[in-house]
T-cell receptor, first 111, second 111 residues
Framework: RKEVEQDPGPFNVPEGATVAFNCTYSNSASQSFFWYRQDCRKEPKLLMSVYSSGNEDGRFTAQLNRASQYISLLIRDSKLSDSATYLC????????????FGSGTQLTVLP | DAGITQSPRYKITETGRQVTLMCHQTWSHSYMFWYRQDLGHGLRLIYYSAAADITDKGEVPDGYVVSRSKTENFPLTLESATRSQTSVYFCASSEANGGYTFGSGTRLTVV
């Protein structure tokens, strides 16, 4: 079983749509959670951290459910520029800052 | 310029040759990491370093060597390149409580 699992997609949505990605992680003691964005095999870039209370950054909302070991990312009013692969990332305790990456969910926003 | 830089951006080498990928960061981050990314596998950790002169193996260390004599540099050496090491290699750095910042990657082809 993978430590961080994501639906690989692809998700193809029209501009303006709302889309949600889900992610599950296997270690209940995980400490920190992030969403990264990666364009066309370029370097991954931090999109947002995920906090227990949930957090929002403009059109992006991240949620964490520790009981279910589940993380989500909601994108509202999708833009063409949102097309990318979204990586769910988890920091495990005692892992010397080693982040564990999911394989990513591919999003294409269509005009 | 501040940041994290990798060199070379592209490299083609022959099977059996030694090749070194360079990574340099200007923030004095304690932690540095090397990942490889292959289709279908996502990002996999090769080696990491918590500080100068402290390095440790990640998930896929075989065939690779690292050193960290200075905080800002973390070179990755393929001792005897094999075709299975054809990949995109990303270096990243991090402070204790933050996410990673990645370099722009080295695309290595072993022929």
């Amino acid at each position: 079983r993978k430590e961080v699992e994501q639906d690989p997609g692809p998700f193809n949505v029209p501009e303006g749509a709302t889309v949600a990605f889900n992610c599950t992680y296997s270690n209940s003691a995980s400490q920190s959670f992030f969403w990264y964005r990666q364009d066309c095999r370029k370097e991954p870039k931090l999109l947002m951290s995920v906090y227990s209370s949930g957090n929002e950054d403009g059109r992006f909302t991240a949620q964490l459910n520790r009981a279910s070991q589940y993380i989500s990312l909601l994108i509202r009013d999708s833009k063409l520029s949102d097309s990318a692969t979204y990586l769910c990332v988890v920091l495990y305790p005692g892992s010397a800052r080693q982040l564990t990456f999911g394989s990513g969910t591919q999003l294409t926003v269509l005009p | 310029d501040a940041g994290i830089t990798q060199s070379p951006r592209y490299k083609i080498t022959e099977t059996g040759r030694q090749v070194t990928l360079m990574c340099h960061q200007t923030w004095s981050h304690s932690y540095m990491f090397w990942y490889r990314q292959d289709l279908g596998h996502g990002l996999r950790l090769i080696y990491y370093s918590a500080a100068a002169d402290i390095t440790d193996k990640g998930e896929v260390p075989d065939g690779y060597v690292v050193s960290r004599s200075k905080t800002e540099n973390f070179p990755l050496t393929l001792e005897s390149a094999t075709r299975s090491q054809t990949s995109v290699y990303f270096c990243a750095s991090s402070e204790a409580n933050g996410g990673y910042t990645f370099g722009s990657g080295t695309r290595l082809t072993v022929v």
